[in-house]
C-alpha cells in the first residue's frame, strides 16, 4: 500500500497537472495509533499556497477510497487555501506598482503573470530600427504599461483587465 504521504503528493501533482512539482507533505505532530484521522500539512514551493501550509486531515482507513474521491477532497482544500490568499484587484495593482508580478489562479493556462514596466525616456540614439520608423526624430518617451507573460511564453505588452478580472477577489502576488 502506498504512504499516505506518497499518495496525498501524487493526487497533488495530479490536481495541478504537473507531475514533476514540488509537493511537501509531512504528518503534524504524531500518528495515531487507534486509528483517528491524521492531520498533514501541504506546501507547495512557487504556488499561490506556498507557505501558507495547507491542512489536510485523513483517516488512514480512507486510503482504500477511490482516487478521484480523495482527489477531490484535496482540490477543495487547496482551493479553500487558495480563497484564503485572494487580493482585490486594487490591492494586486498596488502590488504590480511595487515592482512585483501578480497572477490570478483562475486563469486560462499554467504561467501566466502581468508585470509593470515603469515609464523610460530611451535616448533618440538607442531606439530600435522597428521603433525609429514610426518616431523618427529625438528621443523615445515610453509611458507606464503593463505586460502579460502568457501561457505560450510571449511577452506580451499592454494587457487590459477584464470587468472580471477588475472585480476578481483571488489575486495573488508571485514570489519575487
Known sequence: MEPT???????IREIL???????????????????????YVIDIPNHPVEGRATAFAINPSTVNVPDD???????????????DLGLSFGDALVALKDGHRITRPGWNGRGM???????VTIAAGLVNERTRRFVPEGDL????????FTA??????????SQADLLAEDWIVLPD
Open 5 to 11: 504521504e506518497a499518495l496525498i503528493r501524487r493526487l
Open 17 to 39: 497537472n504537473d507531475p514533476d512539482r514540488v509537493v511537501e507533505v509531512t504528518l503534524e505532530g504524531e500518528a495515531d495509533p487507534g486509528g483517528g484521522a491524521e492531520r
Open 69 to 83: 474521491v480523495l482527489k477531490a477532497a484535496l482540490a477543495g482544500a487547496l482551493t479553500r487555501a487558495q480563497d
Open 113 to 119: 503573470w502581468l508585470c509593470y514596466m515603469e515609464s
Open 141 to 148: 518617451n515610453v509611458g507606464g504599461y503593463i505586460v502579460m
Open 152 to 161: 505560450q511564453g510571449v511577452w506580451q505588452p499592454g494587457w487590459l483587465a
